[in-house]
């Protein structure tokens, strides 16, 4: 492998954020010390949403400033008074336009939906504001959460703030693109071939998309027993990500904010596993399985370069992702269907082509094509879960393509290589959605497309079933050596 230097921008991309917030861990150590406040944090999200969001529209519906700051208010007297107090009180918080909340505009990024305000919460919105995250508004997707590519009728797109001519993925793009400038401190988003990942990936945040348990507690619409299309946090940091999760995943009884520092580590960072003596798997582009962009490829090359001259056991190797292609075309046809036939029934004129196109695709489907998939699906996960046994992890691409004009709806090529729909690009990320295993994206330096400033790059790491403290583990020690400063 060639060694080159990183690329990196200049002098920083204007619309990011330039004195960022601490992480979720010292800031909770902050409010514990009274050294900054959640009234304090929430301020300075306020004033970028106010400063940058009116160019790059991530946030299109907000909650009142006003009634936030009373809220907010009233959880600064809790903490200084001593209360209890929940994981995540009082830092804002952004939730994805798919996800239901009560009393606050949803829209699905659909026409259909566009003046639609729900009764009540999804599980996901429920657990966050159980923990006292402090909703401040929702988060741009396309249409149904179809595509990484975030546009819609109802509110345009959302810009990339390294480059506001690109986009920043999806499906949860807002989200991703609220936390790379500043505009919030917790986010949500939902996966399903790459709706985490990708725009984590575009926007230089982390995403996770979690081990694939059909959980009916955490159900978003139809699809209560689903496991392929998943909710997940996103953040700015893993250890972010690590604290969401618990939050969604592992609600905690309330307790003063004293107690949630110590339990922290009194807002010190974690200790980090020594990355001498891990064996992690690696690949490019699965043997030829999928094509990834020239420019990912080196900044991906010289990842791997960086982990292993800080001492790790990098082995390249590929498990058999045979059936895969087939099983998710299949089974996400057959979401589809479970979650938007009745709207094609009454709206269908209403609706995006690509949507009616993979509801469509999922009418056809006959019972033994569905029950292939549900056979190639299992047969994927156990060569995974057989595979994953050797290493601590596996790395691979992101996305297999840097962020790419807004007004384009998604690559028709990569490097001269057809991509027939909408989703064909993405299969670095989704035939990790077919095996079941948790996989999160964390940025590992910048690259170039022609004459573009210097863009995102994300490494994706892929865990162990139900493996996620491992996972984070991992990715945690990774981070530091994959960082490139913006200048």
């Known amino acids: 492998m060639n060694r080159e230097h990183d690329t990196a921008p200049a002098t920083g991309a204007p619309l990011l954020d330039p004195m960022p917030l601490p992480p979720i861990r010292a800031l909770i150590g902050e409010f514990a010390r009274g050294a900054s406040s959640p009234s304090r944090v929430l ?17 299109p519906t907000r909650l009142p400033a006003d009634e936030l700051r009373v809220r907010l208010a009233g959880i600064d007297r809790a903490i200084a008074a001593g209360e209890p107090v929940g994981a995540l009180a009082g830092l804002p918080w952004c939730a994805k336009d798919l996800l239901a909340t009560a009393g606050v505009r949803t829209t699905l990024a659909s026409p259909i939906f566009a003046d639609r305000v729900p009764e ?6 429920a657990r966050l504001k159980e923990a006292q995250a402090v909703l401040i508004a929702k988060s741009n997707t396309p249409e149904f959460g179809a595509g990484s590519q975030t546009f819609n009728t109802v509110f345009g797109g959302t810009c990339n703030p390294y480059d506001t001519s690109r986009t920043v993925g999806g499906s949860s793009g807002g989200a991703a693109a609220a936390l790379a400038c500043g505009m919030t401190v917790v986010a949500d988003g939902s996966d399903l071939a790459a709706s985490l990942r990708n725009p984590a990936s575009f926007c230089g945040v982390v995403g996770l998309r979690p081990s694939s348990f059909g ?16 909710v997940g946090p996103m953040g700015r940091s893993v250890d972010d990500l690590r604290l969401v999760h618990r939050a969604i995943h592992a609600p905690q009884v309330r307790r003063p904010i004293a107690d949630w520092a110590q339990a922290l580590g009194s807002g010190q960072s974690r200790p980090r596993r020594p990355v001498a003596g891990m064996r992690i798997a690696c690949t490019i582009d699965c043997d030829g399985g999928f094509p990834v962009a020239e420019p990912v490829r080196r900044a991906i090359e010289q990842a791997y370069l960086r982990i292993e001259d800080a001492g790790c056991k990098l082995v390249r190797a590929t498990p058999d992702f045979s059936g895969a292609d087939e099983c998710f075309q299949t089974l996400r046809g057959l979401l589809f269907v479970a979650l938007h036939a009745q709207t094609y029934r009454t709206d269908r004129h209403r609706m995006k082509d690509t949507v009616v196109w993979n509801i469509e695709q999922g009418m056809k489907l006959t019972a033994d094509e569905i029950g292939r998939a549900m056979r190639q699906r299992a047969a994927v996960f156990e060569r995974m879960a057989a595979f994953m046994r050797q290493f601590d992890a596996w790395l691979l691409p992101t996305a297999q ?15 001269d290589e057809p991509q027939a729909t909408y989703i064909d690009w993405l299969k670095s990320c989704y035939w990790i959605t077919i095996s079941g295993h948790p996989a999160l994206s964390v940025p590992c330096g910048f690259a170039r497309d022609g004459e573009s400033p210097p863009l995102p790059v994300g490494l994706q790491v892929v865990g162990r079933f139900a493996g996620e403290e491992s996972l984070f583990d991992v990715a945690e020690t990774l981070e530091p050596l994959l960082a490139s400063p913006r200048g």
Not at 47 to 59: H, M, P, Q, S, Y
Not at 120 to 125: A, G, I, M, S
Not at 409 to 415: L, R
């Open 120 to 125: 009540h919460d999804d599980p996901l919105v």
């Open 215 to 230: 959980d009916p507690s955490m159900h978003a619409g139809a699809g209560a027993f689903d496991s392929l299309g998943l």
């Open 401 to 415: 393509v840097l962020p790419f004009a807004l007004d384009v709806p998604y690559p028709t090529s990569i490097d």
């Open 43 to 59: 301020e300075h999200c306020l004033a970028r949403i106010d400063a940058v969001d009116g160019t790059i529209n991530a946030l």
